[in-house]
């Protein structure tokens, strides 16, 4: 399976039944675009973690960690930075040296990316903690990617970004991951040869914050008026700020200035993104904020120069660091551009799967199949041989980020088991560190439907099941309502209309480095030659 090489258009919702859920459809769950030159922060209320993006033209391009999800290097498109969709992926699967075998390496593989344009091509670099660092080009970012190259071996080297200097030399800004460097806090540069594939020579460090910016990281490398410059947050993700360094030499030694902080804001942790302009002369800056179960959701901020130092946000005590803003004039880009949100809901009706999945592990090719004739997607049960004890370690999940702080999932399936043995489930799940769902499962007693949760399922825990009823027939409505706070109350309904309320409600909680996501599945408890198989009619998001 390769879903790069995909159409967009087949990759993207399709109509089926009403014009709420149109292929170009906008959200019905968070839109930042206020409709009246103003947007509202977040633009993007979904898990986009380590945001990082570039201009080309008057488009512009983003990219975000997607770790052990499957497709990944999400690139998303936008004209006026405020209005966003997916238009592809990067990645379609991760390369066999990568610790994934056919399990799930929970927050491993891919962190931190970044994406610039450089000769007619853009370039991803991004760090694998227990690998090293891979770099990806194309000419179309909503094409086919090459093949992913090693650029520097190491463990524990992490959030690489390139930088192609005027005079031809080229350069990589990385940091390091103390859960596998054994060291934190530090920033190297290393030369890389003219192609941007291969590291030249050992990484030099050009900076060390553990005195007064620990845990800086991330870094995004530039050169501006004849400084280089690195923008780079520190004192953690869910409470540090963001510092910029500038220096005459790219080795340094780099000056060092807060140039955005949480201040008098709500937005907690303000740092890690992206400066981008726009060709009317504005600067801008995309940013993350960690909000716990939803993940961390994408911002926009204004960004002036001043003294040749960034001031990102609104500095209102002109101290030269910034304050978030939560409203804002949307950016001058020349021209006003339509609503447009990243795929949510999916009517299944294209013929292929929308841009907004991504499985929990490299899938296999026979794990789904997408009629578009008949408007299903069908999911064949997989085999959980060893003992079904969580969904926890299922590669086979397919899942999509939550979109809002507050939403409705609902879908419509027909179990279709093989009637040879017993044990095929299907159905509904809110996925993080702890778990919540509706299983639909062929018994011995028919159809029975269980609202279950997983508390702690990275440790190793068991489901454990809260209420349970048996139905008559194989299809079935599931829903899952999210409200403030995260949490979850699941419902059921066999005509689509009355929906009954069934076992507790479920605290979702963020996922490894992700935050926590909805989706489905379909296993079984037996290997063999065969098995049934899950046709969902659609997958819809609410508010």
């Not at 870094?219 to 780079?232: H, S, W």
Request: proline content about 6%; overall charge negative; hydrophobic content about 35%.
């Amino acid at each position: 399976m390769n879903l790069l090489k995909i159409g967009i258009a087949g990759l993207l919702l399709s109509l089926s039944l009403t014009p709420s859920f149109a292929q170009d459809a906008v959200s019905q769950t968070w839109v930042a675009d206020l409709g009246n030159g103003m947007y509202k922060n977040p633009i993007l209320y979904a898990d986009y973690s380590d945001p990082d993006a570039c201009r080309v033209g008057d488009d512009y391009y983003m990219t975000a960690s997607s770790f052990n999800c499957i497709p990944g290097l999400p690139i998303l498109h936008s004209k006026d930075l405020v209005n966003w969709t997916i238009i592809g992926y990067a990645i379609d699967r991760m390369p066999e040296n990568a610790l994934f075998g056919t399990g799930v390496n929970h927050g491993g593989n891919v962190w931190a990316p970044a994406i610039r344009y450089h000769n007619g091509e853009f370039y991803i670099y991004y760090g694998d903690p227990d690998l090293g660092i891979f770099m990806t080009k194309t000419k179309d970012p909503a094409g086919t990617w090459e093949p992913l190259v090693l650029v520097k071996e190491g463990k524990g080297l992490i959030d690489s970004c390139p930088l192609f200097d005027d005079d031809g030399n080229v350069y990589l800004a990385h940091g390091y991951a103390g859960s596998r460097a054994g060291i934190k806090s530090l920033l190297a540069v290393t030369r890389l040869t003219p192609d941007g594939k291969k590291a030249v020579g050992e990484s030099r460090i050009i900076y060390d914050g553990h005195d007064i910016d620990p845990t800086i990281e991330g870094p995004k490398f530039y050169k501006r008026n004849g400084y280089y410059y690195i923008f780079a947050p520190a004192g953690g993700v869910a409470t540090g700020w963001q510092v910029a360094m500038r220096s005459k030499s790219v080795f340094g030694p780099y000056e060092r200035k807060i140039v955005m902080a949480q201040g008098k804001s709500p937005i907690n942790g303000p740092h890690q993104g992206a400066w981008v302009d726009t060709s009317t002369g504005e600067d801008w800056f995309i940013h993350f904020q960690d909000v716990g179960a939803i993940g961390r959701i994408t911002h926009l901020q204004p960004m002036v120069w001043k003294n040749d130092w960034p001031v990102i946000g609104i500095d209102e005590d002109g101290d030269g660091s910034g304050d978030p803003v939560l409203t804002y004039k949307k950016p001058n880009v020349g021209k006003t551009y339509p609503i447009a949100t990243p795929a949510e809901s999916d009517e299944f009706s294209a013929g292929t799967l929308g841009l907004q999945w991504q499985w929990h592990a490299n899938p296999q090719s026979w794990w789904y199949f997408a009629d578009s004739t008949k408007g299903l997607l069908s999911l064949y049960s997989v085999p959980v041989v060893d003992g079904y004890k969580s969904l926890w370690d299922a590669p086979n999940l397919l899942l999509q980020k939550a979109p809002a702080p507050e939403f409705t999932t609902t879908m419509k399936l027909t179990l279709v088991p093989d009637n040879r043995f017993f044990g095929e489930k299907t159905g509904l799940v809110v996925m993080g560190l702890d778990y919540g769902v509706l299983t639909f499962e062929n018994t011995e007693n028919g159809f029975v439907l269980s609202q279950a949760e997983c508390i702690k399922a990275e440790k190793g825990t068991t489901e454990k099941v809260n209420a349970s009823v048996t139905l008559k027939n194989p299809t079935v409505y599931l829903r899952v309502k999210i409200s403030e706070g995260a949490v979850c109350t699941f419902s059921y309904s066999e005509d689509g209309k009355k929906f009954t309320t069934l076992g507790n409600t479920f605290q979702a909680k963020e996922g490894k480095w992700i935050g926590a996501k909805v989706g489905t599945f379909c296993n079984r408890p037996i290997g063999g030659n065969d098995g049934g198989r899950v046709d969902i009619d659609w997958f819809r998001l609410t508010k």
